[in-house]
């Protein structure tokens, strides 16, 4: 299971982390990502890392501004955003599998989600 936290409301230039926490074991093939959500839109690819190494990939959206980290030892996957727009706001999710990949049938395994409101 997989459970986010961290998500509230902030102004535009602030910015936040998102916690991805792992309960079980999380083997070194996976593959731990967050995407999201906004209004009346469909879920799209942020970010994601490898669990075993460092190798990441983002959004052209958020690079630059995002960063994804994990923490093996806390079974724990993080999102740093920084300078956070009004087009970020949506609602974030973590996801874990087992490819390389951006699309969302890759992962079978999601969290709730955690809510991001940027108010200009």
């Known amino acids: 299971q997989l459970e986010e936290s961290g998500g509230r409301s902030v102004q535009a230039g602030d910015s936040l982390r998102l916690s991805c926490a792992a309960s079980?074991?999380?083997?070194?093939?996976?593959?731990l990502a967050w995407f999201r959500q906004a209004p009346g839109k469909a879920r799209d690819f942020v970010a994601l890392t490898r669990w075993s190494r460092d190798s990441t990939l983002y959004a052209d959206s958020v690079k630059g501004r995002f960063t994804i980290s994990r923490d093996r030892a806390a079974n724990t996957v993080y999102l740093q955003m920084n300078d956070l727009k009004p087009e970020d706001t949506a609602v974030y999710y973590c996801?874990?599998?087992?490819?390389?990949?951006?699309?969302?049938?890759?992962?079978?395994?999601w969290g709730q989600g955690t809510q991001v409101t940027v108010a200009s």
């Open positions: 996801a874990k599998g087992s490819q390389y990949a951006t699309d969302l049938p890759s992962y079978n395994i």
């Open positions: 079980g074991r999380v083997y070194s093939s996976s593959v």
